[in-house]
T-cell receptor, first 111, second 116 residues
Framework: SQTIHQWPATLVQPVGSPLSLECTVE??????LYWYRQAAGRGLQLLFY??????ISSEVPQNLSASRPQDRQFILSSKKLLLSDSGFYLC??????????FGPGTRLTVT | AQKVTQAQTEISVVEKEDVTLDCVYE???????LFWYKQPPSGELVFLIR??????QNEISGRYSWNFQKSTSSFNFTITASQVVDSAVYFC?????????????FGKGTKLTVNP
């Protein structure tokens, strides 16, 4: 069966520090992968998506970047965090039937 | 442009009541997919249902049912005999296709609170 993992589950980082969030998928090959952010009390915003290794598309220009070094690994990064980067970050993979399945999320607080 | 509107920001009901969550969408595509996701307090989004634009049949799954009407561009979700465990934020979403990747466009969500 297909599963998706994210870590860490929670993170508190000071402004200006770097960020690395990791997402891995099991049970599927060459999935489309997605990073979303959910600000407190708001809907989901698509940040990045990837259709393959090294292929990243950005939806919203901001202080974040993404990389896909392996087929089932998707990493969200920042060199210097801003207060506005706080939020709940969700990784998702797409099944063959257009359905997206989400990981447990990472709750990031920038102080 | 694709858009999903969930006009109900918050709904509060008493256990065993029926509740309907509204979803209205906008798209120029003739082929599209609609979804509902549940986000319990733990935060993880749980897939509930997918419906394609050519299938307007209503669907029932236990206490959950969905009413898809292309004429009104609506995809409403009804929970029958609600339970406390149904308390969550529910998101309606629409797929748009661009560059070979399907991208979900989400509504802002409806927070449902079911009180005992």
């Amino acid at each position: 069966s297909q599963t998706i993992h994210q870590w860490p589950a929670t993170l508190v980082q000071p402004v200006g520090s770097p960020l690395s969030l990791e997402c891995t998928v099991e049970g599927t090959s060459n999935p489309n992968l997605y990073w979303y952010r959910q600000a407190a009390g708001r809907g989901l915003q698509l940040l990045f998506y990837s259709v393959g290794i090294g292929q990243i598309s950005s939806e919203v220009p901001q202080n974040l970047s993404a990389s896909r070094p392996q087929d089932r690994q998707f990493i969200l990064s920042s060199k210097k965090l801003l207060l506005s980067d706080s939020g709940f970050y969700l990784c998702a993979f797409e099944s063959s039937s257009y359905e997206q399945y989400f990981g447990p999320g990472t709750r990031l607080t920038v102080t | 442009a694709q858009k999903v509107t969930q006009a109900q920001t918050e709904i509060s009901v008493v256990e065993k009541e029926d509740v309907t969550l509204d979803c209205v969408y906008e798209t120029r595509d003739t082929t599209y997919y609609l979804f509902w996701y549940k986000q319990p307090p733990s935060g993880e989004l749980v897939f509930l249902i997918r419906r394609n634009s050519f299938d307007e049949q209503n669907e029932i799954s236990g206490r959950y049912s969905w009413n898809f009407q292309k004429s009104t561009s609506s995809f409403n979700f009804t929970i029958t005999a609600s339970q406390v465990v149904d308390s969550a934020v529910y998101f309606c979403a629409l797929i748009r296709t661009q560059g070979g990747s399907e991208k979900l466009v989400f509504g802002k969500g409806t927070k449902l609170t079911v009180n005992p």
